[in-house]
């Protein structure tokens, strides 16, 4: 087993023994490191400022990522590379075409947003999607402007993404990623300080083992809830169990009728299947967080924070996904309905942990439609989500299933709704028996993020809305657009 964490930073090889298990990478950075480029603004994963890249070898290429290191753990860093934005501009000066860009287009504003500003650029413009604007804004989501001056940084993105100076990121790429593959962690790793555990299993075996010895370990996935609980909560746990280096943890499989995602999987890895099969579920991904956040966190890790307005669960319950529990060589299927007990409350066993989801394939005919609604478009949490599996035959509704967010203690399936609708025609009666169904399942609390009464009037709605979508005599999907500005 290994005790320190090997990685490169920038081109230059790293070993660090980790006094503290739960160092950020952004601590880290700034303290040992004196890389003082990468801010600190808020220290819970919502700024921006605090934006570096991750590169991993995948693939026999290197991938790079934004994430963001206020909220992540030095000891992930273990087999990756780091870079920060002192890595962006050339050995002799020559500044990063993402640089000259924010220059020339006077979008350096101040300080402490624009080193954010510049990874999360570094890291669009090497990924080489089409600049178009909402690409932008959602490359830029995460990286908030106290100063509102977003129009020159989107026309530095504009202009970067025109350059066609090749990526300097990318011109040590084969012997980086021969570096990368030399440092690959091939043991377990095993940090144990006064006490204190950060332990990383390479198998799930192993991983299995580790959850029933310290079964009150904290598991971490992506860290974007467990890192807000060090920096924000100020929590100290004694024992982590990271499962980011466990081989195969992270693969999405599909089969003909069915998805199968990894604990491990991050949104962005596994958004884009599952868009191939619902695009509103693919939508509501792109609505979490924000492209660095997204980069780190699981659906597994959302599933199991079980928080009551967590975005996937209500898609989730809608399809009857289902989870697959592991403790030991113990393994158990139990649809995702029947996960949660109460307010952040799970049947998660003592030592027992999430292994994969699995959703099913669209059903013929099946029509699935999410909707989110936060105060905010981008980087919001929901005040309401809700999420419909209707299938239509011959203008009745033979199947359907409901999932909600924000309308009750846990996530939840709504079986009165379901009951209501299955085999009538779906017309205004049957919508407003959903109605009165709905009502008569949920009574939802006011918090800072929407009052009951909005609640349950918004979410019985979205029941409306799902049936204008979708009724014959509905009015159809109405979209909404992002308008590209006039050249
Ligand atoms: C800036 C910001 C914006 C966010 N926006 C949204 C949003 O719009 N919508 C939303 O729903 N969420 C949002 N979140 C919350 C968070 O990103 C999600 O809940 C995410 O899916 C958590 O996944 P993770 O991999 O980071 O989990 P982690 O933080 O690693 O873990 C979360 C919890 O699950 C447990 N856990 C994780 N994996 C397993 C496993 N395999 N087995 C057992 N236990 C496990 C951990 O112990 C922990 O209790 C946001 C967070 C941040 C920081
Ligand atoms: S400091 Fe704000 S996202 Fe990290
Ligand atoms: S660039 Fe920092 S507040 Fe606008």
Same mark, same amino acid.
């Given at each position: 087993?290994?005790?320190?964490?090997?990685?490169?930073?920038?081109? @230059?090889?790293?070993?660090?023994?980790?006094?503290?298990?739960?160092?950020?990478?952004?601590?880290?950075?700034?303290?040992?490191?004196?890389?003082?480029?990468?801010? &600190?603004?808020?220290?819970?994963?919502?700024?921006?400022?605090?934006? =570096?890249?991750?590169?991993?070898?995948?693939?026999?290429?290197?991938?790079?990522?934004?994430?963001?290191?206020? +909220?992540?753990?030095?000891?992930?860093?273990?087999?990756?590379?780091?870079?920060?934005?002192?890595?962006?501009?050339?050995?002799?000066?020559?500044?990063?075409?993402?640089?000259?860009?924010?220059? @020339?287009?006077?979008?350096?504003?101040?300080?402490?947003?624009?080193?954010?500003?510049?990874?999360?650029?570094?890291?669009?413009?090497?990924?080489?999607?089409?600049?178009?604007?909402?690409?932008?804004?959602?490359?830029?989501?995460?990286?908030?402007?106290?100063?509102?001056?977003?129009?020159?940084?989107?026309?530095?993105?504009?202009?970067?993404?025109?350059?066609?100076?090749?990526? *300097?990121?990318?011109? /040590?790429?084969?012997?980086?990623?021969?570096?990368?593959? @030399?440092?690959?962690?091939?043991?377990?790793?095993?940090?144990?300080?006064?006490?204190?555990?950060?332990?990383? *299993?390479?198998?799930?075996?192993?991983?299995?083992?580790?959850?029933?010895?310290?079964?009150?370990?904290?598991?971490?996935?992506?860290?974007?809830?467990?890192?807000?609980?060090?920096?924000?909560?100020?929590?100290?746990?004694?024992?982590?169990?990271?499962?980011?280096?466990?081989?195969?943890?992270?693969?999405?499989?599909?089969?003909?009728?069915?998805?199968?995602?990894?604990?491990?999987?991050?949104?962005?890895?596994?958004? *884009?299947?599952?868009?191939?099969?619902?695009?509103?579920?693919?939508?509501?991904?792109?609505?979490?967080?924000?492209?660095? =956040?997204?980069?780190?966190?699981?659906?597994?890790? /959302?599933?199991?924070?079980?928080? *009551? +307005?967590?975005?996937?669960?209500?898609?989730?319950?809608?399809?009857?996904?289902?989870?697959?529990?592991?403790?030991?060589?113990?393994?158990? &299927?139990?649809?995702? %309905?029947?996960?949660?007990?109460?307010?952040? &409350?799970?049947?998660?066993?003592?030592?027992?942990?999430?292994?994969?989801?699995?959703?099913?394939?669209?059903?013929?005919?099946?029509?699935?439609?999410?909707?989110?609604?936060?105060?905010?478009?981008?980087?919001?949490?929901?005040?309401?989500?809700?999420?419909?599996?209707?299938?239509?035959?011959?203008?009745?509704?033979?199947?359907?299933?409901?999932?909600?967010?924000?309308?009750?203690?846990?996530?939840? #399936?709504?079986? %009165?709704?379901?009951?209501?609708?299955?085999?009538?025609?779906?017309?205004?009666?049957?919508? @407003?028996?959903?109605?009165?169904?709905?009502?008569?399942?949920? !009574?939802?609390?006011?918090?800072?993020?929407?009052?009951?009464?909005?609640? #349950?009037?918004?979410?019985?709605?979205?029941?409306?809305?799902?049936?204008?979508?979708?009724?014959?005599?509905?009015?159809?999907?109405?979209? !909404?657009?992002?308008?590209?500005?006039?050249?």
């Amino acid at each position: 087993m290994g005790a320190t964490v090997r990685f490169l930073l920038g081109e @230059a090889e790293r070993e660090i023994a980790l006094a503290d298990p739960t160092r950020t990478v952004l601590d880290y950075l700034r303290t040992d490191e004196r890389r003082t480029g990468t801010k &600190e603004g808020c220290a819970e994963g919502d700024c921006g400022a605090c934006t =570096v890249l991750l590169g991993e070898a995948r693939d026999g290429a290197m991938r790079y990522r934004a994430v963001n290191a206020c +909220i992540a753990f030095a000891a992930t860093l273990d087999g990756k590379q780091l870079l920060s934005v002192e890595d962006l501009a050339a050995a002799d000066g020559t500044p990063h075409p993402v640089q000259r860009a924010m220059v @020339a287009q006077h979008a350096s504003q101040c300080g402490f947003c624009t080193p954010g500003f510049v990874m999360a650029l570094a890291a669009f413009r090497l990924a080489g999607a089409a600049p178009t604007r909402a690409a932008i804004d959602d490359a830029l989501a995460g990286n908030l402007c106290r100063c509102t001056g977003y129009r020159p940084i989107i026309d530095a993105a504009r202009a970067a993404c025109a350059d066609p100076a090749p990526d *300097p990121l990318r011109a /040590n790429e084969s012997a980086t990623l021969a570096r990368l593959q @030399a440092l690959a962690p091939r043991t377990s790793l095993a940090i144990v300080r006064d006490g204190r555990r950060f332990l990383a *299993p390479r198998s799930i075996a192993e991983l299995a083992a580790l959850c029933e010895e310290f079964p009150e370990a904290t598991r971490l996935a992506g860290g974007t809830d467990v890192g807000l609980a060090v920096t924000k909560a100020l929590q100290d746990p004694a024992c982590v169990i990271a499962l980011g280096a466990v081989c195969g943890l992270d693969a999405i499989e599909e089969s003909a009728h069915t998805i199968t995602i990894g604990a491990t999987a991050t949104y962005s890895d596994a958004a *884009p299947v599952i868009a191939r099969h619902y695009p509103d579920f693919g939508e509501l991904i792109r609505r979490i967080g924000s492209v660095q =956040v997204r980069n780190a966190a699981t659906l597994g890790g /959302n599933i199991v924070n079980a928080s *009551p +307005i967590g975005d996937t669960m209500p898609a989730l319950l809608a399809l009857d996904a289902r989870l697959i529990l592991r403790r030991g060589s113990a393994v158990r &299927e139990l649809p995702l %309905a029947g996960f949660y007990r109460g307010y952040r &409350e799970t049947v998660l066993a003592p030592g027992e942990f999430l292994e994969r989801v699995v959703l099913p394939k669209p059903a013929p005919g099946q029509i699935f439609r999410a909707y989110k609604l936060s105060k905010r478009f981008d980087q919001d949490i929901s005040a309401v989500c809700a999420a419909f599996a209707l299938t239509l035959e011959a203008g009745r509704v033979s199947g359907f299933g409901a999932g909600f967010g924000g309308l009750a203690a846990t996530p939840a #399936r709504a079986p %009165a709704i379901e009951a209501a609708v299955l085999g009538r025609r779906w017309d205004e009666a049957t919508l @407003a028996a959903a109605g009165e169904a709905f009502d008569a399942s949920f !009574t939802p609390l006011s918090d800072m993020r929407a009052s009951g009464a909005y609640r #349950r009037l918004a979410g019985r709605n979205l029941l409306r809305k799902l049936y204008l979508e979708t009724a014959p005599s509905g009015s159809g999907r109405a979209r !909404t657009r992002i308008l590209e500005p006039a050249p």
